[in-house]
């Protein structure tokens, strides 16, 4: 079963051009991360926007210029053991691939970022049911009129993702993704979508909307997209990011992540 | 009573030259920070080091290059509302002055980092008894034999400040202080000194020993001298950080910190 490969056999089977799906639901109970590749005179002030907005962008790990093996995936390649990445120049998408070794220079420092794959786990654990995985959907994430603290060139407003669930559910996912502060962590809003600039909870800015039953309350977190926006925002003459769903998957297991 | 003052109060004293003294146990519950002001070429490496290793640098704010007022202290100035400045040239201290409003360059990055007397106070309040505050005297640091993660020019050991307590006062405080991840989290080790390279509990190598009982273990918290201990080690041309003691009163109160 995929969901059963180890985190170093998947990136083997990716690296060696036998995997060039998704990776979601694969290697579970592995860490994933968004992947951001940008040139060295950008990356102070990446990191520091990073920095000040922890909960869309949490830092996994931060390597040095013209390094590729991450501390948290030791003997990976992060220039060839994503199934696909993206290619931005000027801020525009410039290409798809499915490695960066031509493209990967010395100067290039990566971001490893934390995604929301790590506490979807442990709300299936805590028995508190996910309704984009039920429906065997992308989560719903919509861009809201809060803006994050900019830094530099970096600006983006918030990007939130989106799961219905009753009250008493609510409670419960907000104390689980608390100690998921390096996966976005507890919720940044819940209730009326209109207080955070969201018109149509049936119409997401990305991914696909699911269905919101009676009695259910949406609860919004904070989105690894905007890590993405802020990226594209700077519009740096190169930037290579995974592209979406084809994440970086390191050796660091879920429960690692949490801060108690 | 100096504690009641509010911090823009007590900000607005050692602007005026009227306030001299260190900062601990003033303008009590509101956060208090470490300064590190470096040149701008240095400040991707010095974020990397704290993002790296977050329990003794934990990062509160920083400040666009040539600028002085934090956003956790709206219309402070960081040339001037500190007490006491050590200012470093080559990694040699050089000297210690009031104010650095000649020092201070367009080209600066200001650093605030937290530091232990917010989870201080919210141990006292959860009615754990804090030994160097009981006998009025400087917490006990040493330096480990565990080494930082390091960043470009920036190394240091972890140093850390110990606080001797019973069994189960201690696993209160491990409780109380994760809350508090911004201003050094739950403690990095318990129990026997030599697992963490410490010969002699009596003599620390920064602060002041204090008494330990019978039946009580020593508790050690990451402490914010490493964060000095690396601004040195890169032998930069210019640094200036706070005196020891005379820290940044911000307008943030302790329990706005925690991250639950």
Redesign the interface.
């Known amino acids: 079963m995929n969901k059963d490969l180890t985190a170093s056999r998947l990136r083997e089977l990716i690296r060696e051009g036998q995997w060039k799906t998704p990776t979601t639901g694969a290697a579970q109970g592995y860490v994933q991360a968004n992947l951001v590749i940008l040139p060295?005179d950008a990356?102070?002030d990446f990191?520091?926007f990073c920095?000040?907005n922890p909960k869309p962008c949490p830092?996994l790990d931060?390597l040095?210029p013209g390094q590729w093996e991450p501390?948290i995936a030791p003997g990976a390649d992060l220039r060839t053991d994503l199934p696909l990445y993206r290619v931005y120049m000027d801020g525009k998408l410039e290409d798809e691939v499915e490695d960066v070794m031509d493209l990967f220079r010395d100067d290039m420092v990566s971001f490893l970022l934390g995604c929301s794959f790590s506490f979807e786990n442990a709300l299936i654990a805590a028995g508190v049911p996910v309704r984009n995985l039920e429906e065997e959907k992308n989560v719903s994430m919509y861009i809201t009129n809060r803006e994050c603290?900019a830094?530099?060139p970096f600006s983006a407003p918030l990007v939130v993702s989106m799961r219905p669930m009753k009250p008493e559910l609510a409670v419960r996912a907000t104390q689980v993704t608390?100690r998921f502060?390096l996966t976005h962590?507890?919720p940044v809003h819940f209730g009326s979508p209109g207080e955070i600039g969201i018109t149509d909870l049936g119409a997401p800015d990305f991914g696909e909307p699911v269905t919101i039953k009676g009695g259910e309350v949406p609860l919004f977190w904070a989105c690894g997209v905007t890590s993405q926006m802020a990226v594209l925002s700077a519009k740096l003459p190169i930037v290579i990011t995974h592209a979406p769903g084809y994440m970086f998957v390191s050796d660091m297991r879920d429960e690692q992540l949490t801060?108690?």
């Open positions: 060295r990356a102070f990191l520091l920095v000040r830092v931060v040095e501390k603290i830094s530099g608390t502060h962590g507890a801060l108690f």
